[in-house]
């Protein structure tokens, strides 16, 4: 198939985007800073810059009340998407390590926005498993450990409500999904994306938006 015009991303223009996205409140720059100075090694975990105005904005359109994260880290997710809830909405965000989600408590609290989040540290498919198995959930957004994506979207899909939507972050996992002989996390995102588009509850989109972005809505 022939590649549309699609637009190669440099430094420059990376900075142009960003400048011409909303801009990231204080709270929201200083926590991205603050996880790149104490967790180097592993901030590449934090969801883009650009991605939390992404978020806050989908929280909106779907007019969201209730939204699940699965995979805290250091909070950047969860409070672009709290900010965006009304103030009876209600975010349930879950993560294993207290020491990364310590530095996002800080963050909701000085944003105004803690009483609004609702963190659940521990084992998220099982986090998942307890909750109600209605159809209650907005909007869910997945960003935690590859291998278990196929398993927390089999948790999600029956509990969002009809026109709910999942976005799901590192669908492209560096490059590394084109590679049929592809082991690890890359794998693990090459099937996660094969069953997704054969999911016929939902209808979705993969997204070249930073490490790949799919958006799916419950039929």
């Keep these: ?26 709270v929201q720059q200083e ?23 992404l978020l806050a904005f989908l929280v909106r359109l779907t007019g969201a009340r ?4 699965v995979g805290t880290f250091t909070g950047f997710s969860a409070l672009a998407m709290a900010r965006a809830l009304p ?18 408590r800080r963050a909701w609290q000085k944003a105004g926005v803690a009483d609004r989040v609702e963190l659940r540290l521990g084992d998220a498919l099982e986090t998942l498993r307890a909750m109600p198995a209605d159809a209650h959930i907005d909007l869910a957004y997945l960003d935690a450990d590859k291998p278990q994506y196929v398993a927390y979207w089999e ?9 709910g939507l999942i976005v799901v972050d590192n669908v492209l996992f560096h490059g590394g999904v084109v590679d049929p002989r592809a082991e690890g996390n890359a794998a693990a995102i090459r099937e996660f994306n094969a069953h997704v588009r054969k999911d016929r509850r939902v209808e979705s989109v993969l997204l070249g938006i930073a490490d790949g972005v799919t958006l799916a809505r419950r039929r």
């Design 1 to 26: 198939m022939t590649k549309g015009n699609t637009t190669k991303i440099t430094d420059e223009l990376y900075e142009y985007v960003l400048a011409n996205n909303p801009p990231l409140e204080p």
């Design 31 to 53: 926590l991205v800073e603050t996880t790149w100075e104490h967790f180097p090694a592993s901030a590449g975990m934090q969801s883009a810059a650009e991605q939390g105005p």
């Design 66 to 69: 209730h939204v699940v994260e």
């Design 87 to 104: 103030a009876d909405g209600r975010l349930i965000t879950c993560d294993i390590s207290e020491e990364w989600t310590a530095y996002g």
């Design 155 to 163: 948790e999600l899909v029956p509990r969002m409500r009809e026109g």
